[in-house]
């Protein structure tokens, strides 16, 4: 019985390792990192032990798998050595982590007010985000920026955190474009990041991320039309969000001749603006 056991657990591991793999190579627009699942790009064989789950490297020596059952394929790194960052792709990591905690303490205040379930689960799925990005900044051996409650590091996030609450508190719909805009800004962010870094473990992250990211905007807009208002885009085109309110597949959006979501030629800045 212990055999098969452990048996069953080595083939759900492979398996949840080859779709985190398969996606890490969508993700990326098959651009010849040798993350395919193929027998000619399988360019490291060494086994790695994780958790009791045997399974293969991956391309460069990566090995992805949900490893505490938040939806998101962590990178373990096996024993290979680690992609390098560069000075941005270190900036923007740093900077996603206190905007995903942006929404996450925006939602909670908002929830206290209003006591809308839409905004205390989606605050636990950017809880999720956050954590899914500190590992990445462990591994990397950054700074984490995260302060109490409400409190951020930079000073933009820090006005921004306080005049969407402001809008926020007026009323419930409010409350609701608020957290609409959010995720709009934090869609195109994340679309950014993706177009900015070849790293597989960053790409696998905000991949990741940007889908929860639709969601969250989806369900907002259903609150808001629940209400009986018509949603109008705040930050992105209105065709973009038409776009991603229909694809309910959640196949990530517009994709580029590379294969990589786009949203447009928009430069990251704090995009809380009204259009």
Known sequence: MKKQWYY????????????????????????????????????????????????QGLGQGYFFIDLDGDGICDNTNGQAALDPL?????????????????ARDVYL???DLWSNPVFSMIASSEQKHMDAI??????????????????????????????LLTQGSQSVLEALKVGA???????????????????????QVYTNLLKGSENHLRAFVRQIEFLGETYNAQHLS?????????????????????GITILGNSKRGNGYGAR
């Open 86 to 102: 560069s000075d941005a792709e270190a900036v923007t990591l740093t900077f996603m982590r206190e905007e995903e905690k942006l």
């Open 238 to 258: 209105q065709e973009i969000v038409d776009e991603i309110l229909a694809n309910t597949n959640n196949q990530g959006g517009r994709r580029n001749n590379r």
């Open 8 to 55: 069953q657990s080595v083939i759900i591991g492979l398996a949840i390792s080859f779709l985190c793999a398969a996606n890490i190579s969508e993700a990326q627009g098959r651009r010849g990192k040798g993350l395919l699942i193929s027998g000619s790009q399988r360019t490291n064989q060494g086994a790695f032990q994780n958790k009791g789950i045997q399974g």
């Open 181 to 203: 805009l959010i995720e709009e800004v934090d869609i195109e962010d994340l679309q950014i990041a993706i177009t900015e870094t070849e790293n597989p473990a960053l790409l």
């Open 134 to 163: 500190k590992r990445q900044l462990d591994t990397y051996g950054l700074t984490d920026p995260i302060q109490d409650t409400g409190v951020f590091t930079n000073g933009e996030l820090q006005s921004l955190y306080d005049s």
């Open 109 to 111: 205040a908002l929830y």
